[in-house]
């Protein structure tokens, strides 16, 4: 008997403060699997991990918290001073949150799957095994506005976190589908009932 084929892969990206984690949400209230990158780039840093191992290599043992984790406040600091080493820290996880997505849609059984990657644009190169790219979309002064507001931070730290990511121009030229959420959070349920019936429908030709 052949192998089911794997679920439709749906990328779910968007600049910080957009909403991803909104969409997601819904799209786990519909009983669709929701797989996120910012779960991987945890669990591939594990205690115990050849991530982590590759860390301290890196970095030396001084980036351990004393329960053996990463200490991931002073990995912060250290990388936005210092872009060389965020470029080392991302050279380790980025390809093993790579293969984690993967593998997962690869053994996914549900007609369609997500994967939420915050910085798809920045490296789509790699992504190219996806199906489908849904981006949440706002105005870079709504994020703006978001971003102060969610995470308590100056005007200059939020103009520069927004910097780092690739420009709104960018991500749109990506999509395949794109949710406009600069409105109330409550319009997100009707969009996502529809890209929900979208996608069911997707799966189905597919296969």
């Given at each position: 008997m052949?192998?089911?084929p794997r679920a439709l892969a749906v990328a779910l990206t968007g600049g910080?403060?957009?909403?991803?984690?909104a969409v997601s949400r819904r799209f786990e209230a519909l009983g669709v699997p929701v797989h996120d990158a910012d779960m991987a780039a945890r669990e591939v840093i594990e205690p115990g991990s050849s991530g982590l191992a590759a860390v301290?290599?890196?970095f030396g043992a001084g980036v351990l918290a004393a329960d053996g984790r990463l200490d991931r406040p002073a990995m912060r600091r250290r990388i936005?001073?210092?872009?060389?080493?965020?470029k080392t820290l991302e050279a380790i996880i980025h390809p093993r949150v790579r293969q984690w997505l993967q593998q997962r849609a690869l053994a996914e059984r549900a007609?369609?799957?997500v994967l939420a990657i915050p910085l798809l644009?920045?490296?789509?190169?790699?992504y190219r095994w996806v199906d489908r790219v849904l981006l949440?979309?706002?105005?870079?002064?709504?994020?703006?506005?978001?971003?102060?507001?969610?995470?308590g931070i100056d005007e200059a730290l939020a103009r520069h976190m927004l910097a780092q990511q690739a420009g709104r121009a960018e991500r749109i030229a990506l999509a395949d589908e794109v949710i406009d959420n600069s409105g109330d959070?409550?319009?997100?349920?009707?969009?996502?009932a529809d890209l929900h019936r979208r996608y069911l429908a997707l799966a189905r030709h597919e296969r």
């Open positions: 052949s192998e089911r910080v403060a957009a909403g991803k984690s301290v290599e890196a936005f001073a210092d872009p060389a080493a965020r007609p369609y799957c644009a920045e490296n789509i190169a790699h949440v979309d706002v105005p870079e002064r709504v994020q703006l506005q978001r971003l102060l507001a969610r995470d959070e409550t319009d997100l349920d009707h969009a996502v």
